[in-house]
């Protein structure tokens, strides 16, 4: 392990050491946080009983449909802003400003509109991860290096394989930068909506949780969320990585 | 210019035109018709009881975009200059700007209670963590002849962060600014959803209740209309030093 990683992970032992400690000496009461090793063990305790397997698997594959969701249709629509500099111009600050909005404040619309239920934080997620797709799907072809453009007309490929076969590779680092901000986004729009109204679901149980003052099985469900988001956002970032060095950091 | 701005009003009516279209196919049980979500936010901005709340909103908003400017462009500047502490903190910094801060609402709750110091707290990390990388990696990116310039003349840390490095990556700072200040007020709101008992993300969870539909979309067009100001504002700022400083 290189000096730098030696260094971070003994930050890290540092910080939860420091953690264990102050919980253990009552420093930070029970009520407030329990020691991580807890939140450890009652992880453990969860992924051994399975007794929230069935809220764990409706919680990941609303994700997955989010995810997918958002994913399609942001690259559709930021391909098509793409080519409409005229429209884009203008939309752009709100893109911007989209983040600033809590959107999850339209989840009881959605509610009224689907019924409670899948089907009602599918659209919630896709909704909050759409716009940075959008965003990175723009931003990728705008890096489309004119040479790459004009081998497509020199080789007189039609419109549809110029697409495929030149703009989206040449586009790649930043749609997968789309890619992992959109997942990282329908998972927020997701829990947010179990945390205010589901049948099921890690955030409901979260929420649940902490309405009954058991606090262990709400901070080993906060542990088993943030190590699978870590997880994941880690492999994409891994991804993004290797494609800018491919492509070069342009 | 001036085609920018007919530009501007045709995705005005476009927008309208479609909100319009939406509001036919499902109802003004889930969607309420523009003109009288803008009507109703006219009236809003009349009352008493909206500028109560979001004067509650704009302080907690306030402070916690200090909080977050001040404290990430520190850290942000620290972790620059030192390139191994940077380099320690780097993946970590990453690590903490994506997890679902939503997640912790039920941990700031219990630590800071129903108040503006949870909503505070709640804006201030949504907001750091992106000011701090932008400025760590602006730093990160000054011309060495710069840092050279400032050991030769032998000036303090602090000199050196005020007087060269913060001018010289201002523009990238700025654009810290711009994302984590979105960030803060998405984490002040959902602060006052989860968290409160005044402020604009109470009154929309008051509505949210009572299924007030063009409540909820009244105070979320003002929110958006305020949001991308702001944003606006900060973008004109950085294109401004970036062609001026």
Redesign the interface.
């Known amino acids: 392990m290189t000096?730098?990683g030696v260094?971070?992970l003994a930050?890290?032992v540092i910080v939860f050491s420091a953690l264990e400690l102050l919980c253990r000496l009552g420093i930070i009461t029970r009520?407030?946080?329990i020691p991580p090793s807890e939140m450890v063990t009652s992880l453990w305790d969860i992924v051994e009983s399975g007794r929230f397997n069935s809220d764990i698997s409706f919680t990941f594959f609303n994700v997955v449909a989010a995810a997918v969701v958002a994913i399609g249709i942001g690259f559709l629509l930021g391909a098509g802003l793409h080519s409409l500099p005229?429209?884009r111009?203008?939309?752009e600050?709100?893109l911007?400003?989209y983040?600033?909005?809590?959107t999850?404040?339209?989840?009881?619309?959605?509610i009224?509109?689907f019924g409670v239920g899948r089907t009602a934080l599918v659209v919630m997620g896709s909704m909050f991860g759409v716009v940075a797709m959008i965003v990175n799907t723009t931003l990728g072809l705008d890096h489309v290096p004119p040479a790459v453009e004009r081998t497509g007309s020199v080789l007189k490929l039609d419109v549809l394989r110029q697409l495929i076969l030149l703009r989206l590779p040449a586009a790649a680092p930043h749609l997968v930068t789309g890619v992992k901000l959109a997942v990282?986004y329908s998972?927020?729009g997701i829990?947010?909506g179990e945390?205010?109204l589901a049948t099921a679901g890690i955030g409901k149980r979260?929420?649940f949780a902490?309405d009954n003052f058991d606090n262990r099985t709400?901070y080993g469900l906060?542990l088993l969320?943030?190590v699978a988001?870590?997880l994941v956002?880690?492999a994409l970032?891994a991804w993004e990585r290797r494609l800018h060095r491919r492509f070069g950091q342009r | 210019m001036k085609?920018?701005r007919l530009?501007?009003l045709a995705?005005v009516a476009g927008a309208l035109l479609l909100w319009q279209a939406l509001h036919w196919m499902?109802g003004a049980?889930?969607?309420s018709a523009p003109i009288a979500t803008i009507a109703r936010a006219i009236e809003l901005l009349q009352t008493r009881s909206f500028w109560d709340h979001a004067v509650s909103t704009a302080t907690a908003f306030g402070v916690a975009s200090v909080i977050a400017i001040l404290a990430g462009i520190v850290l942000g500047l620290w972790l620059g200059l030192r390139r191994?502490a940077g380099?320690?903190a780097d993946?970590?910094l990453?690590?903490l700007y994506?997890?679902?801060k939503?997640?912790?609402?039920?941990?700031i709750?219990?630590?800071f209670g129903l108040g503006i110091s949870a909503k505070i707290a709640f804006g201030v990390i949504h907001g750091i963590f992106p000011i701090a990388i932008f400025t760590m990696n602006a730093v990160r990116n000054v011309a060495p002849v710069y840092r050279r310039t400032a050991q030769i003349m032998q000036l303090s840390p602090v000199t050196t962060g005020m007087t060269i490095m913060v001018p010289a990556a201002l523009p990238e700072i700025l654009a810290g600014i711009?994302v984590g200040?979105?960030?803060t007020?998405?984490g002040t709101?959902?602060g006052e959803?989860?968290a409160s008992t005044a402020g604009l993300?109470f009154a929309?969870i008051r509505a949210?209740d009572v299924?007030a539909?063009t409540d909820?979309l009244a105070i979320?067009t003002l929110?958006?209309a305020f949001?991308?100001s702001?944003?606006?504002l900060l973008?004109v700022a950085e294109r401004w030093v970036r062609h001026h400083g």
């Open positions: 000096k730098v260094a971070r930050f890290v009520v407030t946080m005229r429209l111009r203008p939309l600050p709100l911007s400003a983040y600033a909005i809590p999850f404040v339209f989840y009881p619309l959605l009224v509109a990282a998972i927020i829990v947010a945390f205010i979260v929420s902490y709400m906060l969320l943030l988001v870590m956002n880690g970032s | 085609s920018r530009d501007t995705l499902v049980n889930v969607i191994f380099d320690v993946p970590i990453g690590t994506s997890i679902p939503i997640t912790l609402y039920p941990l709750l219990l630590i711009r200040t979105a960030l007020l998405l709101l959902i959803l989860f993300g929309l949210m299924h539909v909820i979320t929110l958006f949001a991308a702001v944003n606006t973008h």
